[in-house]
């Protein structure tokens, strides 16, 4: 992990006592994004032989938005898991479609952005039964294996621009601060929000 990284994450992390913070040591890979998917396949292999029922799984450029709380945290997860939901995020840099399904909750169909991202136990061995190749990303894969996906909205989470990227190279290409693109994909979620009351 860069040294930068680590130091932001920990300090998210340093006054939540709602969760048992580990840096997990990431695998190393030229390619970025298989190095990712290689790190998150350890991660959940090591939680189903401890049989979490929940696993929280952030990148390093995680930050927590002004809006979160552990009481909202904790909200969202119960109304996920009447939902029957395979993961839930904190907040996304794209998304494809998405349907408001509570106040606070929205169904994705296919989504960017993993850095805050809470798997549930029933969603474990699918996971782990897919086989990874080196084209794959992790977002797109999880978009791929799972209907029961859901964002938190209003985000809970962003995600930090250090200036470059380990797992992608999109945003080197088009030169875009990562902030501005949850930004933009909250401000989508927020005017089907609006719909949605207009049409209640």
């Given at each position: 992990?860069?040294?930068?990284?680590?130091?932001?994450?920990?300090?998210?992390?340093?006054?939540?006592?709602?969760?048992?913070?580990?840096?997990?040591?990431?695998?190393?890979?030229?390619?970025?994004?298989?190095?990712?998917?290689?790190?998150?396949?350890?991660?959940?292999?090591?939680?189903?032989?401890?049989?979490?029922?929940?696993?929280?799984?952030?990148?390093?450029?995680?930050?927590?938005?002004?809006?979160?709380?552990?009481?909202?945290?904790?909200?969202?997860?119960?109304?996920?898991?009447?939902?029957?939901?395979?993961?839930?995020?904190?907040?996304?840099?794209?998304?494809?479609?998405?349907?408001?399904?509570?106040?606070?909750?929205?169904?994705?169909?296919?989504?960017?952005?993993t850095q805050f991202m809470l798997i549930f136990k029933r969603f474990v061995p699918t996971l782990l039964e897919y086989r990874y190749d080196e084209d794959d990303k992790l977002d797109l894969v999880i978009s791929k294996l799972s209907t029961n996906i859901f964002t938190s909205f209003p985000f809970i989470s962003h995600q930090s621009y250090f200036g470059y990227s380990d797992a992608t190279d999109f945003l080197e290409q088009n030169h875009t601060d990562v902030h501005k693109l949850f930004l933009k994909s909250e401000h989508k979620l927020s005017n089907l929000n609006r719909v949605n009351h207009f049409y209640r």
């Open positions: 992990m860069r040294t930068e990284r680590r130091i932001h994450v920990t300090k998210e992390f340093s006054n939540k006592n709602e969760f048992c913070f580990q840096i997990f040591k990431a695998r190393l890979n030229t390619i970025g994004s298989l190095g990712l998917l290689e790190s998150f396949y350890s991660i959940i292999k090591m939680a189903d032989e401890l049989s979490y029922d929940i696993l929280l799984i952030c990148e390093d450029d995680h930050t927590f938005t002004t809006g979160y709380n552990s009481n909202l945290l904790f909200s969202l997860i119960e109304s996920a898991n009447k939902l029957r939901a395979d993961v839930l995020l904190g907040g996304i840099s794209w998304f494809d479609c998405a349907l408001q399904v509570t106040p606070e909750l929205f169904w994705l169909n296919k989504f960017n952005g």
